[in-house]
């Protein structure tokens, strides 16, 4: 499996931006679709988008779209979340996630095979 740590996450005023990354490592990242998934209090895991293995296709949850923006480089192994124009409720503990059976970006967890431990996004107001 492959293991991931993401890191950038932190407290940022309404309006702020803030960018994530997720770093790979133990298999080639581009075998993978990537997702971003975040988890707030209380609340269930939610899928915030995802990219394909190439960085071809990507897939925003309906929340962010046109807020968020995740691009991928292979030769890094790394995954990015660009998060702009933040709003309180973008609070959460934000996760990237891999998998490799699917030909499609899936926004399902079950569907994802390894996780990072995530990191704390906190958008003050």
């Known amino acids: 499996q492959v293991q991931l740590v993401e890191s950038g996450g932190g407290l940022v005023q309404a309006g702020g931006s803030l960018r994530l990354s997720c770093a790979a490592s133990?298999?080639?990242?581009?075998?993978?679709?990537m997702g971003w998934f975040r988890q707030a209090p209380g609340k269930e895991r939610e899928f915030v988008g995802g990219i394909s293995r190439s960085g071809a296709r990507t897939n925003y949850a309906d929340a962010v779209k046109g807020r968020y923006t995740i691009s991928r480089d292979n030769t890094k192994n790394t995954v990015y979340l660009q998060m702009d124009s933040l709003k309180p409720e973008d609070t959460a503990v934000y996760y990237c996630a891999a998998e490799r059976h699917f030909g499609r970006i899936t926004d399902t967890p079950n569907d994802y095979d390894s996780w990072g431990q995530g990191t704390q996004v906190t958008v003050s107001s």
């Open positions: 133990g298999r080639t990242l581009s075998n993978y679709n």
